[in-house]
């Protein structure tokens, strides 16, 4: 773990990322209790530009608080980021050991729905999924989740296909060892980190996924988000930009963080991937 | 020989990156090697012998740097010149081949243009006059049809034909020094022997100096002029090839040729009995997967092969790569389902036994890997890899691990190390792990698939003698996968030898080596390195 | 020959991914909650009974579900794709129309990231560890964390509403009538912050797979082969390492086409580019669900269609393909 941790501080934008990556999750677990309104309640008078004590990044055209929505919608951001991915690594994962430990008809069958699912353009998919389920918390992770687990079982497939031919794992055969015991204790262990590093990485794709259903108004009509600020202040650009500035900085330094996060991890897990020249 | 050398190297030194185990990867190391000699540099994994070669072409990689000394090469100190000048001299003065044919090549360039610009680079040639010439170049190292084989895409050919066309490169300016890391060591036996006559012949041809690196003592036998020894990047021995491998002097040397397996049969011993282990037309055939257009391909890995061994014998399965020895191995334990035939072990069918019974059996049939870093799970504890036997049994936890500690013991290890982890361990030692954990089961057969082969030659003779050890005392059946003849002179009792899926030719080992009744046989005999030399006892 | 037949796969492996996605359509269909004539109606439709009983009868919808996944079928493939009740057209006259502009717009957003990229990719590679090298990657890192959307509307309120400089949406200027180089120059100047904003994020990507794969590549056996004949690091880098560096990332680049399309969906609705991106926001605001599964249809074709160049494009580019093996 020191190792792990010693390896992962060499890397200077992963250390910053996960400094604001811990801020933006302060800020989505307490922020509420310090901005304790409604985001959706009128704070005060429309269009009121940034930087005032009362409304520090300003109103939108319903006299929203800005400052609030953002807080709140740290929230859904990183919820639906985070289970999303996790629903999404669950089906990639099963999918992808079944496929690369049993190989043969199993693979074949996994293996061209998976393509199947990857040559679908993944972000149109999602917003007809949306749509037709009626946007809502649930339509949303699920269809982050069906358009990302492809990449994972191919991943966590590749690794077992490698890891399943290795010696060690074939002295586990050998000695009698049972298929869980070997899926399980033998290449899972060996295949973690490149699903870690993956994991943190499809975080910050599902949330910028998210934000872009919501600009569409195919978000969650009952929690406030940063894509939908932007989408409903988007016409009042030229009189309110700050309404769709710090919703869109707010997205862009969440993904940033977990982007670095995720090389960092990378660098960290896989030493002698990590990349010369820093 | 009084004349000036074609190159003198003196005091040469590279640094290793800081924090690593040693300061220098080679340190303090002088030879001359003279205009149409060819001079071995010898060592184990470490020695520094490649990082010598690589500093004097000036294609260190990045983390090391030369720290001092001189490499002057027709009275000129490389070292001294600058990035162009050198470069300048690369290709035109200095011709290199490396030891991995198969990824030496850009993939995306026709083999007939990478040996092109060679010419390109150093000459102002027309492009028809290059054209002619590498045509020759390639007819000149005995390539097959080079004016089609030049328009060729190196996954065309064969490992032994990309070497050649490695060394028609090195060659295609005349160059007065040849380097050649380890150009044989990717190769099987019979590709050796003609790429090693092949070097012999340009060099005698040309009169080129050769500066050969390499591990195996068979193939300094076979074409050195001179040899120099290397331990932990220090020259310790030089001298021509008779004294050095007849009348070593330094006592590293010694050990090291001492170490190397004598091609000679051992004491035959003659095993009795009911056979333990009967394979019959056992046959496995692997088919690419193939589309609605795609033709599939058929490769017949192991053809209708019978064998037998019986309690306490060692039965050796030699031959060359792909010639379906690793996949016989696998089909005897079922790590590959078998397409035809039957393997009885004490009268069960292994084949054929369900999964209950099989789990049984397994207890009975173990098996060794090659290759030592990858058959031990680098994220479990020694401990809990050599128990994992016991485990899969359903003992207990506690017993288990008792007896690993007690294993490890046996294979010469600390019994404390079961907390470790196998990155803490050398190759040996991790081997010696590997056989514990074999061995934990107590069972009647070993298979073991070239155990030895990733091991340098002084703990390759350890692992040997480990092996014997163990199948003495456990009155093992042992079915022992090898390419190299020399191991297997010493191992076995009988020999199998192998050749496209199918076996040859089997028999005692005294027979095999003595009197090889195949033409394949023969042909491998012959194309053992250095099979001239006999070691000195 | 065998380059004809690894062709033909591909191209059959295309189609019954296609009837793969219609069949798909059809499940979501049947899988939506409520009617399904009702969702093929889209909610102005579905206000309609004579129009539901129309679908009803057309799909046969009360008949058994594989009678009713033919009839889906048959229509699709002869071009049925239904009826946008909302906008009183057939579906498909709504694609045709709208999928050339999109077509425009991805393909320069195409071409300028994929040039941009591995230009970035490679100058990064080349200085790898300098500053120039830290400032590439940095701003990659950027591009690749940003929403299309804000980049556009930020592209919008600087360029459009502060600066003046560029038309802030649609694909011409209203109100006048341009001919020749004039037409030719204004769709230029409509197309540019678009495709610019669609180009950027997949810049960014672009680059970062040319950077790794360039370092990969460099540090390889045959590049110390060339290294070893005397060969200059330019001609290094020309001959060796830039080809083999960059076929990876174009090909994976083509594969990853469908990633254009579906970031179309929001430029176009940011810049209100007349396209099918714009029209599936349209039909999502209007819960036009035939439309909206056009758009699915006609998106997931262009996909296997570009995959399918550029399977061949590989297939000619890198000798080792032609078994397909």
């Known amino acids: 773990m020191t190792e792990f941790w010693r390896r992962y501080r060499r890397n200077k934008g992963a250390v910053a990322g996960l400094v604001v990556l811990a801020l933006i999750l302060l800020v989505a677990a307490l922020g509420p209790l310090a901005w304790p309104g409604s985001p959706w309640d009128m704070a005060g008078v429309p269009f009121q530009p940034p930087f005032s004590a009362e409304h520090p990044l300003g109103t939108d055209t319903l006299g929203r608080d800005v400052a609030t929505g953002i807080v709140h919608g740290a929230r859904v951001s990183l919820l639906i980021g985070f289970v999303a991915t996790l629903a999404a690594l669950g089906v990639g994962v099963v999918v992808g050991a079944v496929a690369g430990y049993f190989g043969g008809r199993v693979d074949d069958v996994a293996m061209r729905l998976t393509e199947f699912f990857q040559t679908i353009p993944s972000f149109v998919f999602a917003v007809v999924l949306v749509a037709i389920f009626t946007p809502g918390i649930g339509s949303i992770v699920a269809a982050i989740a069906t358009v990302s687990w492809p990449a994972v079982a191919r991943l966590v497939r590749g690794e077992f296909l490698t890891l399943r031919t290795r010696e060690f794992v074939q002295a586990s055969v050998v000695l009698g060892r049972s298929a869980r015991h070997i899926i399980f204790v033998e290449i899972l262990p060996n295949a973690i980190s490149p699903i870690i590093v993956s994991g943190s990485l499809m975080v910050a794709t599902a949330i910028l996924v998210e934000s872009s259903l919501s600009f569409l108004g195919l978000g969650d009509p009952n929690m406030m988000s940063w894509g939908y600020m932007i989408g409903a202040s988007r016409s009042v650009v030229r009189l309110a930009w700050w309404c769709s500035f710090f919703p869109g900085l707010a997205i862009l330094l969440t993904v940033l963080a977990l982007n670095l996060v995720g090389e960092g991890l990378s660098d960290a897990l896989n030493p002698r991937l990590s990349r010369e020249g820093r | 020989m009084t004349t000036e050398p074609l190159l003198r190297v003196r005091d040469l030194r590279v640094a290793l990156p800081a924090g690593g185990d ?201 074409i050195a002029d001179r040899v120099a020894v290397m331990q932990h990047g220090r020259l310790v021995e030089i001298g021509p090839v008779a004294q050095v491998l007849n009348r070593p002097e330094h006592p590293y040397t010694r050990s090291l040729i001492a170490a190397v397996p004598r091609l000679e049969p051992r004491a035959a011993r003659v095993v009795d009995g009911v056979p333990t282990l009967v394979a019959r037309a056992l046959t496995k055939t692997y088919r690419t997967a193939g589309g609605l ?231 491998l005999l012959d194309a053992v390195p250095g099979r001239g030399w006999v070691a000195p006892a | 020959m065998e380059r004809l037949e690894y062709i033909a796969q591909r191209l059959l492996k295309g189609v019954l991914v296609l009837i793969g996605i219609v069949v798909l359509n059809f499940l979501l269909i049947r899988l939506a909650p409520g009617d399904p004539a009702a969702v093929m109606a889209g909610e102005a439709g579905a206000a309609d009974e004579l129009f539901l009983q129309q679908l009803r009868q057309q799909f046969g919808l009360d008949r058994p579900l594989w009678e009713q996944l033919w009839a889906y079928l048959s229509n699709i493939l002869s071009f049925d794709f239904g009826f946008s009740y909302r906008q009183q057209r057939p579906v498909i006259d709504l694609l045709a129309e709208r999928l050339p502009p999109t077509l425009l717009l991805t393909g320069t957003a195409f071409v300028l990231s994929l040039a941009a990229g591995v230009t970035l990719g490679v100058m990064a590679a080349r200085r790898a560890g300098r500053w120039s090298d830290s400032a590439i990657t940095v701003v990659a890192l950027f591009f690749y964390a940003t929403p299309l959307f804000w980049v556009g509307l930020m592209g919008v309120f600087l360029f459009s509403v502060t600066l003046g400089w560029l038309p802030a949406f649609g694909m011409a200027s209203v109100g006048v009538t341009l001919t020749g180089f004039d037409h030719v120059a204004d769709l230029a100047r409509h197309l540019l912050m678009p495709a610019l904003t669609l180009a950027l994020f997949h810049m960014a990507v672009y680059a970062r797979m040319t950077r790794a794969s360039m370092l990969e590549v460099r540090d390889q056996d045959f590049v110390r082969t060339a290294r070893a004949k005397g060969v200059g690091e330019g001609r290094i880098l020309r001959r060796h390492v830039l080809r083999n560096a960059i076929l990876p990332v174009v090909t994976i680049a083509g594969m990853k086409a469908g990633y254009l399309l579906g970031g179309s969906i929001v430029v176009e609705t940011v810049f209100a580019w007349p396209g099918i991106g714009r029209l599936a926001y349209e039909a999502v605001l209007q819960r036009d669900y035939n439309v909206l599964l056009g758009v699915f249809l006609v998106t997931s074709a262009v996909v296997i269609a570009v995959n399918l160049a550029t399977d061949v494009v590989y297939s000619l580019v890198d000798p080792r393909i032609e078994l397909g093996a």
């Not at chain 2, 028809?128 to 060729?152: C, F, G, H, I, T």
């Open chain 2, 293 to 523: 257009f795609v033709r599939r391909r058929v490769v017949e890995a192991v053809k209708s092969v019978d064998l037998e061994i019986r309690q306490g014998e060692t039965l050796g399965v030699v031959g060359e790569s792909g010639s379906g020895k690793s996949t016989l191995g696998r089909l005897l334990v079922r790590l590959l389902p078998a397409d035809g035939g039957s393997v009885a072990f004490r009268g069960t069918d292994l084949l054929t036994a369900p999964p209950g019974r099989l789990r049984a059996l397994r207890r009975d049939v173990q098996m060794v890997f090659q290759d030592p870093y990858a058959s031990l799970n680098p994220r479990r504890r020694i401990g809990a890899i050599v128990a994992d036997g016991l485990l899969a049994q359903g003992r207990p936890r506690a017993e288990a691990l008792a007896r690993a500690a007690e294993l490890l013991g046996l294979v010469g290890l600390d019994p404390a190390g079961v907390d470790r982890y196998p990155h803490e361990f050398s190759g040996g030692q991790r081997q010696r792990i590997g056989i514990a954990r074999a061995l934990a089961l107590e069972p009647k057969l070993l298979i073991a698939d070239e155990p030895v082969s990733a091991l340098d030659v002084s703990v390759q003779a350890q692992v040997l003698d480990l092996l014997n050890d163990v199948r003495r005392r456990f009155d093992l059946a042992m079915l022992f996968i090898t390419h190299d003849l020399r191991v297997a002179a010493q191992v076995c009792d009988r020999i199998a030898v192998m050749r496209r899926g199918e076996i040859v030719e089997t028999g005692p080992t005294a027979a095999i080596f003595g009197a090889p009744q195949h033409p394949y046989t023969r042909e």
């Open chain 2, 22 to 222: 040693r300061a220098n990867a080679v340190d303090d190391v002088g030879f001359d090697l003279a205009a149409g000699e060819i001079l071995c540099i010898v060592g184990e994994s470490g020695s520094g012998k490649s990082l010598t070669a690589s500093a004097i072409m000036g294609l260190l990689p990045r983390s090391v740097r030369v720290a001092g000394g001189s490499v002057e090469l027709g009275g000129t100190d490389l070292l001294r010149l600058s990035e162009d000048e050198m470069r300048d001299r690369r290709g035109r003065l200095v011709g290199m081949i490396f030891q991995e044919p198969m990824t030496a090549l850009n993939p995306l360039m026709r083999v007939g243009d990478q040996i092109d610009e060679v010419l390109a680079v150093h000459t102002d040639l027309p492009e028809a006059a290059r054209r002619q010439r590498v045509v020759e170049l390639m007819a000149s190292v005995n390539l097959p049809d080079p004016e089609q084989l030049r328009q060729a895409f190196p996954f065309r050919l064969s490992g032994g034909q990309r070497q050649r066309v490695m060394i028609a490169m090195a060659l295609a300016l005349g160059p007065s020094l040849l380097i050649a890391d380890e150009p044989t060591t990717a190769l099987d036996v019979t590709t050796q022997k003609q790429i090693l006559a092949l070097i012999r012949q340009v060099q005698a041809e040309r009169g080129m100096g050769v500066l050969f690196i390499t591990h195996d003592f068979g193939v300094v036998a076979e």
